[in-house]
């Protein structure tokens, strides 16, 4: 059984500060995986693509650690505006070819 | 980018009915659509796959005969929920995917079932 687990919080952090969210994943052979953003009642949007050790994009990172199974996403700098549900997905086979597991999410919410 | 669009964004029908929701790709060809269901506080879950001109794969404890889907062309798939009951209240989402592995989402359906 392919499973994504995350906290799913909700984590209420100050704008301005850094936050940082884990997920683990139990398909070994998952060779790419994927941060999405979802907000409420809408589709999710990819947010950041993870397909060796990490991946950084403007105040976004992610890592990935192989060994122990988890990726993390980092957020620099918080704004209202990332208030969202952070999703973990990871694909049902090496790529993105099948379908996508997706985490429960991480809620995250930014007070002012 | 690549855009997919879904129809109906809400609807709201009678149990014992049927419901046809439509997810397009605007501007590219999807060999592959995905066909997603997200209750509320959970993930979204992988219904079926659906491939053009071929039937479609549905996942486990998915009922094949009661989410008709069909992929008659390169940009349409369509899901059918035959007579739908109130446990079928859900956002159904749909994705595409173009010749690279990255899956672009519908902005979804949200189906009551009263």
């Known amino acids: 059984r392919k499973e994504v687990e995350q906290d799913p919080g909700p984590f209420n952090v100050p704008e301005g500060a850094t936050v940082a969210f884990n997920c683990t994943y139990s398909?070994?052979?998952?060779?790419?995986f994927f941060w999405y953003r979802q907000d409420c009642r809408k589709e999710p949007k990819l947010l950041m693509s993870?397909?060796?050790s990490g991946n950084e994009d403007g105040r976004f990172t992610a890592q990935l650690n192989r060994a122990s199974q988890y990726i993390s996403l980092l957020i620099r700098d918080s704004k209202l505006s990332d208030s969202a549900t952070y999703l973990c997905?990871?694909?049902?086979?090496?790529?993105?070819?099948?379908?996508?597991?997706f985490g429960k999410g991480t809620h995250l919410i930014i007070q002012p | 980018g690549a855009v997919v669009s879904q129809h109906p964004s809400w609807v709201i029908c009678k149990s014992g009915t049927s419901v046809k929701i439509e997810c397009r790709s605007l501007?590219?060809?999807?060999?592959?659509m995905f066909w997603y269901r997200q209750f509320p506080k959970q993930s979204l879950m992988l219904m079926a796959t659906?491939?053009?001109?071929?039937?479609?794969?549905?996942e486990q404890g998915v009922e094949k005969d009661k989410f008709l889907i069909n992929h008659a062309s390169l940009t349409l798939s369509t899901l059918t929920v035959t007579s739908a009951h109130p446990e079928d209240s859900s956002f159904y989402i749909c994705?595409?995917?173009?010749?690279?592995?990255?899956?672009?989402f519908g902005p979804g359906t949200r189906l009551t079932v009263t």
């Open positions: 501007d590219f060809q999807a060999t592959t």
């Open positions: 993870v397909y060796s």
């Open positions: 994705s595409a995917r173009d010749l690279g592995d990255e899956q672009y």
């Open positions: 997905v990871v694909p049902d086979s090496g790529g993105g070819a099948d379908g996508l597991t």
């Open positions: 398909n070994s052979a998952s060779q790419s």
């Open positions: 659906s491939n053009e001109g071929s039937k479609a794969t549905y």
